[in-house]
């Protein structure tokens, strides 16, 4: 079956770089049609769409935040990494990385069916 | 950048039933994918691609879309279907987008 788990710090003081690792298994980032998100929420908030890599390392980012985040891959490692630059304290959040299926067709449009736990990362000096 | 508008909270009295809206222009080309997430858990993904069940999901889960508007019933609401529900769909660019999410409370 397919898991993920996220790893990383837990505090990070502002304006220090955020590196998180999304670790998986029951999939292959290389087989055509899988990709990986991170997806955020602030404490008491809504889910917040982060960043996305395609089997074929084509990579989307969330245009308020493009230019902070880096999303990369390591197929070998099962492995999905996300850097985050700059942090601030209204970047506390737990942070989710998710599976996602993607497919284009008229009867089927991309979408995450596994998510990971989570974990929570806390921005403050 | 894109945006997915819902209601930020419903209301339902135990087996009624219930419909949680989504609006947005992506909805007018891609469908719309529910999420469902208690209390200090993840989100668990209960439809996509319109209406379309994930296995484990009850029956009493459905979807469906008009324009720029998507809908998760749940016919015969359930005190465990108290929850955050969250709508999310890609856009032109490819990009993902979630909405903020409506609070459903089963009375």
């Known amino acids: 079956q397919i898991t993920l788990k996220e790893s990383g710090p837990t505090l990070v003081k502002p304006t220090q770089t955020l590196t998180l690792t999304c670790t998986f298994s029951?999939?292959?980032?290389?087989?055509?049609?899988?990709?990986v998100g991170w997806i955020r929420q602030p404490p008491g908030k809504a889910l917040e769409w982060l960043a996305l890599?395609?089997?074929?390392?084509?990579?989307r980012y969330s245009p308020s935040l493009k230019s902070r985040l880096t999303i990369t891959k390591d197929t070998s490692k099962n492995q999905v990494v996300l850097t985050m630059t700059n942090m601030d304290p209204v970047d506390t959040a737990t942070y989710y990385c998710?599976?996602?299926?993607?497919?284009?067709?008229?009867?089927?449009?991309?979408?995450?069916?596994?998510w990971g736990q989570g974990t929570l990362v806390t921005v403050s000096s | 950048s894109s945006e997915l508008t819902q209601d930020p909270a419903v209301s339902v009295a135990l087996g009624q039933t219930v419909r949680i809206t989504c609006q947005g222009d992506?909805?007018?080309?891609?469908?719309a994918n529910w999420y469902q997430q208690k209390p200090g858990q993840a989100p668990v993904l209960v439809i996509y691609?319109?209406?379309n069940r994930p296995s484990g999901i009850p029956d009493r889960f459905s979807g469906s879309s008009s324009g720029n508007t998507a809908s998760l019933t749940i016919t015969g609401a359930q005190a465990v279907d108290e929850a955050d529900y969250y709508c999310?769909?890609?856009?032109?660019?490819?990009?993902?987008?979630f909405g903020g999410g409506t609070k459903l409370t089963v009375l």
């Open positions: 029951g999939f292959s980032l290389s087989t055509s049609g899988v990709g």
């Open positions: 992506s909805l007018r080309s891609y469908y």
């Open positions: 998710a599976h996602l299926l993607y497919c284009s067709s008229a009867n089927c449009h991309q979408y995450f069916d596994y």
């Open positions: 691609n319109k209406n």
């Open positions: 890599i395609y089997w074929d390392d084509d990579k």
């Open positions: 999310n769909s890609r856009d032109s660019s490819a990009n993902m987008v």
